[in-house]
């Protein structure tokens, strides 16, 4: 399993979360770059996701949708801030309407992705920082931990193809 450590930090307001996968720095990379590959991993596995736009360029937004089981829709939206290929990606995450406008009453962060090229692969740290400690424990309350680590497991087999 890529995921290797998730925590948090009230102080600072960030939950983190480190993963190690079984590839090259460049493909990992990729799997953000391209939206259809991120697609294949954005989300938990049975939430799948649907990119509408990707504009993977500081000033860009990358807007999706996840579709639960039961057909019901859940849209969000980045909003790049810095993009240093391959090694950081830097935007702000927003839970969005089906039109794609913020959803004002539902905690954002900044998140800041960084990858590093190993001996085995590439190491990768997925760090949110939110506004409020009230923010932080709402996306962990929802789940966001087992989501966001069941969407990075989906990782090495999709890079294995």
């Given at each position: 399993m890529?995921?290797?450590?998730?925590?948090?930090?009230?102080?600072?307001l960030t939950l983190t979360i480190v993963a190690e996968f079984a590839a090259p720095l460049d493909w990992v990379w990729a799997v953000y770059a391209d939206p259809r590959q991120l697609e294949q991993i954005w989300g938990p596995p049975t939430y799948p996701a649907t990119v509408v736009d990707h504009s993977l360029e500081p000033g860009g937004r990358v807007t999706y949708f996840m579709t639960?089981?039961?057909?019901?829709?859940?849209?969000?939206?980045w909003e790049l801030t810095a993009v240093d290929r391959p090694t950081r990606l830097e935007f702000r995450d927003y839970f969005a309407d089906e039109d794609f406008t913020i959803v004002d009453s539902m905690p954002g962060s900044r998140c800041v992705y960084t990858f590093e090229a190993t001996e085995n692969g590439t190491r990768a740290t997925y760090e949110s920082i939110f506004e409020s400690v009230e923010g932080l424990r709402t996306v962990i309350e929802m789940g966001a931990i087992e989501g966001t680590t069941g969407a990075l497991n989906q990782i090495d087999e999709l890079l294995a193809r």
């Open positions: 890529p995921v290797i450590d998730t925590f948090t930090d009230e102080e600072t639960s089981p039961e057909g019901e829709k859940f849209c969000g939206l």
